[in-house]
């Protein structure tokens, strides 16, 4: 994709690895502008951005989300990428009593946000040159992680919608792109301090590169072992890889 002259939405852009991509592409001369629920975080990243611009959002509510697109458009009427990165994660129990409202809102927050916050913009970034829009999955869509077997089903199938949208937006200007990375230290289910996750920078300076290619998926190399496995022999390491992580 192009990587600087864009002017670029990125949901949940006030923590995490969207303010670590909020921050980097802002560093490359992109106009920014960040969305997310907890408005103090959004305000800090701004402030210490001179020039991003910040909403608050709830991926949760339809009617929320097509307001913020209306005054997105409105706002800031040229902008041409996407970057649908807003999600939670929680810890399930799928062979036991599952909290159907936890279930509820990891399913409308990771997979259902994305579909609207795309469906509400869509038309507009058809018109505009270099439209890029970016769905952030994870290496758990195709290795599923037991202990949080919603959060991985849904980025499951956020990589199979990705991969519908991008068919169906072939031959217009925006390109369909997908992020997937692996165990990144930031405060999603407490792993900011774990020393087996990937350190948050390398992170972000390792997709930028990929950013910078032609790749429709964005990979680092951490991921890679993740994203190769599905397949008709694809449970073995499903099964050593959630031992693993359970020790």
Known sequence: MKMSGNTIFI???GSGIGQGLASAFHGLGNKVIIAGRRKAALEETAKTHPGMDFCTIDMRDPKNIAEVADWLVMTHPEVNVLVNNAGIMSGDNTGGFMDDDLSVATIETNLLGPMRMTSSLIEHLKTRPDAVLVNVTSGLAFTPLAHSAV??????????WTLSLRFRLRGTSVRVLEVAPPWVRTDLMGGRDEPRAMPLQDFIDETMRA???????????????LRDNPGPNEWA?????NDMLAR
């Open 151 to 160: 959060y991985s089903a849904t980025k499951a199938a956020l990589h199979s």
């Open 211 to 225: 950013f910078a290619t032609d790749a429709d998926e964005v990979l680092v190399e951490r991921v890679k072992m």
């Open 237 to 241: 390491f499903v099964e050593k890889f």
């Open 11 to 13: 949901t949940g852009g």
